[in-house]
């Protein structure tokens, strides 16, 4: 069906256009599309237009398009929010209006290495409770994540009760996280992240480096949370000074 029915650049009205089939399942997620030839006879554009509204549909994550391969419909973010806001995986998960759950892979004490020792710094520890699992939402795995504690802040044998972290801390040691210093990186194939979440190979993964404090400034968690980017977007509000 031509799409040649408004004022405005065709790109654009291609881009919605894609994006309403999208939403009512005519394509539907993880599936590929029709090839450029077909989508620029069907909606009645060339294929420059239709390749610039694939361009933008790439760069807003709707889309991904592998060369040789195709063009592929990524799955919806099942969480999008600003950085700014310090949540824990479980409340982004809830958010959602998923069930979140944990599947749990260790949960030891270990001897923190030079590197924890700087990260906890100048807060003295001597053992750290070092606990890897992945976050799920309604059973499907999204998040991998790698949480690093000193060992008088939480209780190991209690960790498998009570999926949020934050919640347990704050009940056992009564100690409240205010604020993370958050660092973010791309993350491409590893092997074991990359079975666990069950993601395909060319997709990238959200990494999110994070040391929480208590308004007093202690430092009481080190998090590195590896986000599947089809499940998770965050975005950063920037004012002008």
Do not use: W
């Amino acid at each position: 069906m031509s799409i040649k029915s408004d004022s405005r650049h065709l790109y654009l009205q291609v881009i919605d256009k894609m994006k309403r089939d999208i939403e009512s399942g005519t394509y539907k997620e993880k599936e590929k599309l029709p090839s450029e030839f077909q989508l620029s006879k069907l909606l009645g554009v060339s294929r420059a237009t239709l390749r610039e509204a694939l361009r933008i549909l790439e760069e807003e994550n709707v889309v991904t398009r592998r060369h040789g391969v195709g063009t592929f419909v990524n799955s919806k973010p099942i969480y999008s929010s600003g950085v700014e806001e310090l949540t824990s995986v479980t409340s982004m998960i809830k958010q959602s209006g998923k069930t979140p759950g944990s599947q749990y892979l260790t949960t030891e004490y270990l001897e923190p290495t030079d590197e924890d020792m700087e990260k906890f710094a100048p807060k003295k520890i001597d053992s750290l409770a070092t606990i890897e699992r992945v976050r799920t939402a309604d059973n499907r795995p999204v998040v991998f994540c790698i949480d690093k504690i000193p060992s008088d802040l939480i209780p190991l044998e209690h960790v498998h009760k009570q999926d949020s972290l934050f919640k347990l801390m704050e009940e056992y040691s009564h100690k409240r996280i205010a604020y993370a210093v958050t660092y973010i990186e791309p993350i491409s194939y590893h092997d074991r992240i990359y079975n666990a979440l069950d993601c395909d190979p060319e997709q990238s993964l959200l990494l999110l480096k994070q040391m929480h404090y208590t308004d007093e400034d202690e430092p009481v968690l080190y998090s590195a949370n590896y986000f599947r980017s089809d499940m998770f977007r965050f975005h950063v509000l920037r004012k002008r000074l």
